[in-house]
């Protein structure tokens, strides 16, 4: 059997019952630019890169920390479906 790799963030082939997270809310209706395919998949460096990005785009400490205890109040897959919700890549030089 082959495997195919995805232009798809990984989190994207797990089972979509789980959470369909293009419906989850935002926390707050802010995004940052940032494309996480090919990011490490370990939570805390999901977390580091979402973080840095809010805060040289000028997000405050405080919508930053918002996402990051939304994103750490479920399991693996909320943690990615809330920063994921919070990212939209706008251009490919990122």
């Known amino acids: 059997m082959t495997k195919t790799i995805s232009s798809q963030p990984f989190w994207n082939t797990v089972n979509t019952n789980?959470?369909?997270y293009k419906t989850m809310e935002k926390v707050i209706q802010k995004t940052v630019n940032l494309n996480?395919?090919?990011?490490d998949?370990?939570?805390?460096?999901i977390m580091g890169?979402?973080?840095r990005q809010a805060k040289k785009e000028?997000?405050?400490s405080e919508e930053?920390?918002?996402?990051?205890e939304e994103a750490k109040s479920?399991?693996?897959?909320?943690l990615l479906a809330t920063?994921?919700?919070h990212c939209e890549p706008k251009d490919e030089t990122v």
């Open 18 to 20: 789980l959470l369909n």
């Open 36 to 39: 996480l395919i090919g990011v």
């Open 41 to 45: 998949g370990n939570a805390f460096v």
């Open 49 to 51: 890169f979402f973080r």
């Open 58 to 60: 000028g997000w405050t």
């Open 64 to 68: 930053i920390e918002q996402v990051m």
């Open 74 to 78: 479920g399991n693996y897959h909320h």
């Open 83 to 85: 920063i994921e919700n």
